[in-house]
């Protein structure tokens, strides 16, 4: 196995928020407060170390959960850089704030997602 090439990792995440999309056009329905339980998908690119690991998930959920508690349970709007919650600016969010994330997914419901990657 060489140790040049690049391994991609994920590991999926949950947490419960409400919001509202107050740049939407009066009378849609999002700019009313709502929630959903967010799926989050973090994707981490690296080489193998010598533990056979890109990284340890225990370490992704010591690195990343801090991170999502942050929004767990929270009204998104409150919290800064998120005062327009949608699905793509919440995973702009993230990624920002994951260290040697290479893509954040992040699933409103079973059939709407936003992506970024580096």
Request: hydrophobic fraction near 35%.
């Amino acid at each position: 196995m060489t140790n040049t090439a690049y391994t991609r990792i994920g590991r999926s995440y949950s947490f419960e928020s409400a919001h509202f999309l107050p740049k939407v056009p009066q009378g849609h329905r999002c700019r009313n407060l709502h929630g959903h339980t967010y799926r989050v998908d973090v994707v981490i690119k690296g080489t193998i170390d010598l533990r056979g690991f890109v990284k340890d998930f225990a370490e992704m959920d010591e690195q990343i959960q801090p991170i999502l508690n942050q929004i767990d349970h929270r009204l998104l709007n409150e919290v800064q850089g998120l005062e327009n919650p949608t699905a793509e600016i919440i995973a702009h969010w993230l990624l920002e704030r994951i260290a040697n994330c290479e893509t954040v997914r992040v699933w409103e419901n079973d059939n709407c997602w936003a992506e970024v990657s580096r």
